[in-house]
């Protein structure tokens, strides 16, 4: 069983929907930050389950899905799971790359 380890990438990626959220309910702006950790936590024990993300599918990188964010990781040797990246669907995934990864 790996371990999920968060990018400082992907943790300014959750920031930054926390604090619009937080202009208006700081209850609910925890709560959105809470709900795409809870489901990278799957990854632990499945780190396979998502499918290997379409528009970059050279890199291996691999995505599940929360509400309209699509959260990016990739396994790595033990099966431990690094999250890349947690980007809104209607985002085009390889310019979001290209800008923060340099890919």
Known sequence: MGKVRWTERAADNI?????Y???????????FVKSPIKAASKLEDM???GRIVPELEG????E??????RIVYRVNAGADVEVLAVVHGAREMKSVFREDWEL
Do not use: E, T, V
């Not at 959220?21 to 709560?31: P, V």
């Not at 890199?59 to 691999?62: D, I, M, S, W």
């Not at 599940?64 to 964010?69: G, I, M, R, T, V």
């Open 21 to 31: 959220i937080a202009k208006d309910s700081g209850a609910y702006a925890m709560r």
């Open 59 to 62: 890199y291996g990188f691999r």
């Open 15 to 19: 920031r930054a929907p926390h604090d």
């Open 64 to 69: 599940c899905l929360f509400q309209n964010y």
């Open 47 to 49: 780190p396979f389950c």
